[in-house]
């Protein structure tokens, strides 16, 4: 699972949504994000290594919170 916006760092992401931007998910080949709960998102993109690993908090479609 990504975000949209393609972080590369989880600190960035982390300041994204504190900063009140809108912060969605998508899921290639897997399907669709939940609207309201827990998901687990990587980054930065594919093909780079992945870096960062987060938890976050969905509400309405947005995330919320980065743990």
């Known amino acids: ?3 949209y916006t393609n972080f590369k760092t989880k600190k960035e992401l982390k300041e994204a949504v ?3 931007r809108r912060v969605t ?4 080949g897997v ?3 939940k609207v309201n709960g827990t998901e687990f ?3 930065p993109h594919y093909p780079e290594q992945h870096r960062w690993y987060a ?3 969905m509400l309405a479609g947005v995330v919320v919170k980065v743990k």
């Open 1 to 3: 699972m990504y975000t």
């Open 18 to 20: 504190a900063m009140g």
């Open 25 to 28: 998910l998508y899921a290639p």
């Open 31 to 33: 399907g669709e994000p």
């Open 41 to 43: 998102v990587v980054g």
């Open 55 to 57: 938890e976050v908090t």
